[in-house]
């Protein structure tokens, strides 16, 4: 059998296996318990956060053969067809593909005709906010006023250009990023599940390179597994990812620290001869003194798995108004330099 990618073998078929979206998931099964089912939905959200895989649980739970529930059986034809994306009453339309008037009067024109095989004809219309002007005034009577045996999924990243007469007609669920904390405990999860070694630092950084996506997090997984050679280790990820060996920082902290200038400068010098991004390294920097920050004032709120956790919390504190001083004035120190950094040459300084 060919190898298969996390992302999609690890697509959640259960609204329990949802995560990070506890209040659409709440929503939609209380609406399917009490039976209250609109007709038109629209989920909005950055990618990789749960948009089609929502869409998809609906469309099991309104068809499932045991009836509309909020936990389809998964066993029934209904179910296993829509998870293999072969049930004849369920289409997914990408909308920016098939933006015109004429594809979305195909749909309209197939909406009026019972279902073949389901309780319902479900239509998921991705990245619905590409459709043409034309196109979203084709459908607005039918999305008011659809036939009963219709369902429509509307999904986006990008609400805002999604006209409000659409809005208006539909159940609106705007969809969470998802924490760092929360993409790396399931990365950790399917690991353990998979019998795949890990190290826990490196799933910290996989999860704040993910920026919220949990299918961003699971694609960065498998190149971690394969750079790895099977396991997924601190500095693979490091290396993979290109960021900074948080040694560096810690150098480069020092010397700030102890307001050495030409410290300060040789360690800047040596960052540049490795090649060093140094947008990576302001990044990473404001991520460190935050973490110092915490480790200082608040040690219970720094999580244990994160990278460099140990080495923060001893961070020397000679003098703690000076070290406190260090800590948060840096952080806005560091943004303001982004700016400056994009004008200025040489990046080191």
Known sequence: MSYQVLARKWRPKRFADLVGQEHVVRALSNALKEQRLHHAYLLTGTRGVGKTTIARILAKSLNCETGTTAEPCGECQACRQIDSGRFVDLLEIDAASNTGIDNIREV?????????????????IDEVHMLSKSAFNAMLKTLEEPPGHVKFILATTDPQK???????????????????????????????????HYEAPALALLGRAASGSMRDAQSLLDQAIAYGLGEVKEDGVRAMLGAVDRRYLFTLLQALAASDGPALMAEADRLAERGVSFDAALSELAVLLQQLALAQTVPAALA????????????????RRRTCSCTTRSPSTAARTWPWRRMNTPASI
């Not at 007469?165 to 969809?175: D, G, H, N, P, Y």
């Not at 244990?304 to 003098?319: F, G, I, Q």
């Open 162 to 196: 999604v006209p409000v007469t659409v809005l208006s007609r539909c159940l609106q669920f705007s969809l969470r990023n998802m924490t760092p904390q929360q993409v790396s405990s399931h990365l950790a999860h399917m690991l353990d599940i998979e019998g795949i």
């Open 108 to 124: 309209l024109e197939n909406a009026q005709y019972a279902p073949t095989m389901g309780r319902f004809k479900v239509y998921i």
């Open 304 to 319: 244990a798995d994160e990278p460099s956790a140990t080495r923060c919390s001893r961070w020397p504190t000679p003098s």
